[in-house]
């Protein structure tokens, strides 16, 4: 009988005390741990990982030899691996700066391993493709302006040119489209897209991954509706 494969996760954190826990509670819980404490070596071992490819990055902002920030942009550049970032309570700038570079999502300093281990799950099942449309006669070409989705290929085009969405953002654009025009709140999106359900009141990262989509498929077509959320223009 075949084992479900244990997910490979590269651990970026320079705190010794921190990094030993984490990678302790996280390999109870089946998950394939390489630490590293320095965000050059970060980058050596994603560049060239022994084995197979890492499924997940989970690495600190604050680090020596390159900063999580600048290491989530250069995995961002080679392949949209899932990205979390770990930051103190006070660095929303960081935090900003993180999502901007290409991070998935944030967990703030002290966490709890629960939490932690709650947005891994949620990350990683985001990076699945998803669910086909099952209805019948359901439309598999969608166009928006300039922009085409092609359900079936999980593929988004503009002007006919291939864009490079993460997972995290075409499950967005999917939840925008699927609101077929209707206002969706940041609280849904929270919900739907991230699973935040307990986490709701935290904006940053929808707000960030919105602007990402909008600067790949036009600012045009995502339209703020303030104090109620956003819309796709059709």
């Given at each position: 009988?075949?084992?479900?494969?244990?997910?490979?996760?590269?651990?970026?954190?320079?705190?010794?005390?921190?990094?030993?826990?984490?990678?302790l509670?996280?390999?109870?819980h089946?998950?394939?741990?390489?630490?590293?404490?320095?965000g050059?070596?970060?980058?050596?071992?994603?560049?060239?990982?022994h084995?197979?490819?890492f499924d997940?990055?989970?690495?600190?902002?604050?680090?020596?030899?390159?900063?999580?920030?600048?290491?989530?942009?250069?995995?961002?550049?080679?392949?949209?691996?899932p990205?979390?970032?770990?930051?103190?309570?006070?660095?929303?700038?960081?935090?900003?700066?993180?999502?901007?570079?290409?991070?998935?999502?944030?967990?703030?300093?002290?966490?709890?391993?629960q939490?932690?281990?709650?947005?891994?799950?949620?990350?990683?099942?985001?990076?699945?493709?998803?669910?086909?449309?099952?209805?019948?006669?359901?439309?598999?070409?969608?166009?928006?302006?300039?922009?085409t989705?092609?359900?079936?290929?999980?593929?988004?085009?503009?002007?006919?040119?291939?864009?490079?969405?993460?997972?995290?953002?075409?499950?967005?654009?999917?939840?925008?489209?699927d609101?077929?025009?209707?206002?969706?709140?940041?609280?849904?999106?929270?919900?739907?897209?991230?699973e935040y359900d307990e986490?709701?009141?935290?904006?940053?990262?929808?707000?960030?991954h919105?602007?990402?989509l909008r600067?790949?498929?036009?600012?045009?077509?995502?339209?703020?509706v303030?104090?109620?959320?956003?819309?796709?223009?059709?």
């Amino acid at each position: 009988m075949e084992t479900e494969e244990s997910p490979r996760l590269l651990l970026v954190e320079d705190d010794l005390v921190i990094g030993e826990a984490t990678k302790l509670n996280l390999e109870r819980h089946r998950y394939d741990v390489t630490w590293v404490v320095d965000g050059l070596d970060a980058w050596e071992a994603y560049r060239a990982p022994h084995g197979k490819p890492f499924d997940l990055v989970l690495s600190d902002i604050m680090l020596p030899g390159m900063d999580g920030v600048t290491l989530c942009r250069r995995v961002r550049e080679r392949a949209n691996t899932p990205y979390v970032l770990i930051s103190a309570r006070t660095d929303a700038i960081d935090i900003v700066s993180g999502l901007e570079a290409g991070a998935d999502d944030y967990v703030t300093k002290p966490f709890d391993i629960q939490v932690l281990l709650a947005r891994l799950r949620s990350v990683l099942r985001r990076a699945e493709p998803p669910e086909p449309e099952s209805a019948a006669g359901a439309a598999v070409t969608e166009t928006f302006g300039d922009v085409t989705l092609d359900r079936a290929a999980l593929q988004v085009r503009r002007d006919g040119r291939l864009l490079a969405l993460t997972p995290t953002e075409m499950r967005l654009f999917l939840e925008l489209v699927d609101a077929h025009g209707a206002v969706v709140s940041s609280r849904t999106l929270l919900s739907r897209v991230w699973e935040y359900d307990e986490w709701a009141d935290d904006s940053h990262v929808v707000t960030v991954h919105v602007q990402r989509l909008r600067a790949k498929i036009g600012a045009e077509r995502i339209e703020t509706v303030r104090g109620f959320g956003y819309k796709l223009a059709r």
